[in-house]
Every structure is written in structure tokens, then in C-alpha cells.
């Protein structure tokens, strides 16, 4: 099997965030590692499309995910 894509990657941790986090820490090192293999410094969100797209939801996902080694920025809706 083929290493994802950052956009498949997204695509899987969108998928995790509406199952209510199911294998969410494996998503986002899918994700980190495909950031790393595109040479890209951040993940971009949709905020229309996550479960929480509220600022305090948006603020959440960044620290969780800054802690697992991944920087959030979010695509102006």
C-alpha cells in the first residue's frame, strides 16, 4: 500500500473527526509524515467541514495536534 497524500491524509482525519476521533492519532502521523514527504510546514482545515468549526473547536484542534508534531491553519470559508 502507497503512502497518502496530504490531501488524503485530510481527507482520513476529516473521516476520523466525524466518527468522534476514531483513530485520530493515527491519522494525524499519516498526516505529519505526509507533510514531511511533500515539504510542507502546515495542514490546512476546512472550518465548514469540521464537527466543530467554532473558534473554540478550531483553537482545540490546533493544540491537539501541535502536540502531536502537526501545525493547523485553517482556509478562509
Not at 8 to 27: G, K, M, P, W
Amino acid at each position: 500500500m502507497s503512502e497518502p497524500t496530504v490531501a488524503e491524509a485530510t481527507n482520513r482525519v476529516y473521516q476520523s473527526l466525524e466518527a468522534d476521533n476514531a483513530d485520530i492519532d493515527l491519522h494525524i502521523a499519516a498526516l505529519k509524515a505526509a507533510l514531511i514527504r511533500e515539504g510542507l510546514k502546515e495542514a490546512v482545515f476546512d472550518p465548514t467541514r469540521l464537527p466543530h468549526g467554532n473558534r473554540s473547536g478550531r483553537k482545540l484542534m490546533q493544540a491537539y495536534f501541535r502536540q502531536r508534531g502537526v501545525s493547523v491553519k485553517f482556509s478562509a470559508a
